[in-house]
């Protein structure tokens, strides 16, 4: 069973930067497909940006495409979503999700580990 760690978020006021980090304990990052996904007060879940288990392929919803940005650190282990120009609307709690599959098709159907979300404020 492998734990994600998340961290990153905060309040920031719209048009600003975040950094969300997340970081399999005890396991290389290479070995997971990852994503973010994203739920506001009152709304269901959302996907917002994946990539494959290779780096190779990435996705991103279309409210965030040139937004947000998937980055990786080996020496740190540890995938980022990187925001920018940032909306109120980008508002809500962030999930970091895993899966061990190997599919270049992302973003998978079901993800088998997720951390504990972050909080993401954006004041306008």
């Known amino acids: 069973q492998v734990q994600l760690v998340e961290s990153g978020g905060g309040l920031v006021q719209a048009g600003g930067s975040l950094r969300l980090s997340c970081a399999p304990s005890?396991?290389?990052?290479?070995?997971?497909?990852m994503a973010w996904f994203r739920q506001a007060p009152g709304k269901e879940r959302e996907f917002v940006a994946a990539i494959s288990r290779s780096g190779l392929s990435g996705n991103y919803a279309d409210s965030v495409k040139g937004r947000f940005t998937i980055l990786s650190e080996n020496a740190k282990n540890t995938r980022y979503l990187q925001m920018t120009s940032l909306k109120p609307e980008d508002t809500a709690v962030y999930y970091c999700?895993?899966?061990?599959?190997?599919?270049?098709?992302?973003?998978?159907?079901?993800?088998?580990?997720w951390g504990q979300g972050t909080q993401v404020t954006v004041s306008s």
């Open positions: 999700a895993a899966s061990n599959s190997l599919s270049s098709t992302v973003p998978l159907p079901t993800y088998d580990y």
């Open positions: 005890g396991r290389t990052f290479t070995t997971y497909a």
